[in-house]
């Protein structure tokens, strides 16, 4: 898969490299439409999530594109300002990174918020679950990988 922050979509592909569908653009302020797509995890149902930084949300599509909703991080805490990446562990933890907001916020996907990992002068741009509930995050402001225990 490829986001693509331009064109506003995201780019499915075959393990060849060739093109199946995409998805997430179209007219501006439906909710199925992607602004800045960013960072993009896949979860055990092949439901694809992706850092919609420009909306300001994490948007969840099926595995054929179809747009199931953008649930995570609709409540404060846990509101994002330019999510820009996003991982799932295997217990279906989700992690966000935040450049606006300089954290990375944790969800249960069926019960909601769960917490934050900020760090003073974080920018938090890439994030990936570890071994158990290690987040490996990649900080572009200090130029560094920080690994915390969630």
């Given at each position: 898969m490829i986001s693509d922050s331009v064109l506003?979509?995201?780019s499915m592909l075959s393990p060849q490299g060739e093109f199946i569908l995409c998805f997430g653009s179209g007219k501006p302020g439906a909710e199925y439409t992607l602004n800045k797509p960013l960072g993009i995890a896949?979860?055990?149902?092949?439901n694809v999530y992706v850092a919609d930084s420009g909306n300001s949300r994490v948007a969840v599509f099926n595995h054929k594109g179809c747009y199931l909703h953008s649930n995570?991080?609709?409540?404060?805490?846990?509101?994002?300002?330019?999510?820009?990446?996003?991982s799932?562990?295997?217990e279906g933890l989700?992690?966000?990174?935040?450049?606006?907001?300089?954290?990375?916020?944790?969800?249960?996907e069926s019960t909601g918020y769960l917490g934050a990992v900020q760090v003073e002068q974080f920018s938090p741009s890439?994030?990936?679950?570890?071994?158990?509930?290690?987040l490996v995050i990649g900080d572009s402001e200090r130029k560094k990988v920080v690994v915390v225990n969630v």
């Open positions: 506003n979509r995201v896949v979860d055990v149902k092949d995570i991080g609709k409540s404060m805490p846990g509101e994002f300002q330019s999510p820009s990446d996003v799932i562990s295997s989700v992690a966000v990174t935040d450049t606006g907001t300089h954290c990375v916020q944790v969800f249960k890439n994030v990936a679950w570890g071994p158990g509930k290690t």
